[in-house]
């Protein structure tokens, strides 16, 4: 089945307790994006990779990291989490130069506290 | 850089018919609409190209205005199923492959 997988779905963490959110995709994918939402304010995009080793900054990267070392994960970093992080995160890849139809991750409720 | 959508919100009676507005400042090479459901995951409905070419849904129609920079989605004959929270997404000429998302119309379809 294809399918974009992100864990964990939930997860609370301390102030500055550096963690990792996974994002893997089973369709050979070479765009893969990370957003987050809130809110009233929508999705907002993190950061966005168009393939390995090739990503570039959304609209609000400040505080996150990425990395695209294989085609099919591009895990989502936070150094050192802040309470403002609290949101909900979602993974999501398509085929293409990003004007197909994007998958997205089932999400994963991070708070940070 | 948010496309803008309206409404914000609206609500209807099963059969009715809805339209959601997105509308951008900067020139846009392609228009993505999601249906994104209480506690789910957004779920791809349409794109739109510039030059006219459609891919997606077969019971929902959209309209891409590549001049005023404007989209609009059409519901018709809404279905309680329709009811969750709609975002369109915009891609500007020339940007590589960010796409941007609005703040969404939350749409509720009553018996």
């Known amino acids: 089945e294809a399918q974009v997988t992100q864990n964990p779905r939930y997860l609370i963490t301390v102030t500055g307790k550096k963690l990792t959110v996974t994002c893997s995709q089973n369709?050979?994918?070479?765009?893969m994006s990370w957003y987050r939402q809130d809110p009233g304010l929508g999705l907002r995009q993190i950061y966005y990779?168009?393939?390995?080793?090739?990503?570039d900054k959304g609209d609000v990267p400040e505080g996150y990291k990425v990395s695209r070392k294989e085609k099919r994960n591009f895990p989502l970093i936070l150094e050192s989490p802040s309470p403002n992080q609290t949101s909900l995160y979602f993974c999501?890849?398509?085929?293409?130069?990003?004007?197909?139809?994007?998958?997205f991750g089932q999400g994963t409720r991070l708070t940070v506290v | 850089q948010q496309p803008v959508q309206s409404p914000q919100a609206v609500i209807l009676r099963e059969g009715e018919d809805a339209v959601i507005n997105c509308s951008s400042s900067?020139?846009?090479?392609?228009v993505h609409w999601y249906r994104q459901k209480h506690g789910e995951a957004p779920v791809f409905l349409m794109i739109?190209?510039?030059?006219?070419e459609q891919k997606g849904h077969e019971k929902i129609s959209a309209s891409f205005n590549e001049k005023k920079q404007q989209s609009s989605l059409y519901l018709t004959a809404s279905q309680l199923s329709y009811s969750g929270t709609y975002f369109c997404?915009?891609?500007?000429?020339?940007?590589?492959?960010?796409?941007?998302f609005g703040k969404g119309t939350s749409l509720l379809v009553t018996p």
């Open positions: 369709m050979n994918h070479e765009y």
């Open positions: 997404g915009t891609r500007k000429a020339n940007s590589g492959y960010a796409l941007n």
């Open positions: 990779s168009m393939n390995v080793e090739v990503t």
């Open positions: 999501a890849s398509s085929s293409g130069q990003g004007n197909t139809e994007a998958f």
């Open positions: 739109l190209l510039k030059g006219g």
């Open positions: 900067k020139a846009l090479y392609s």
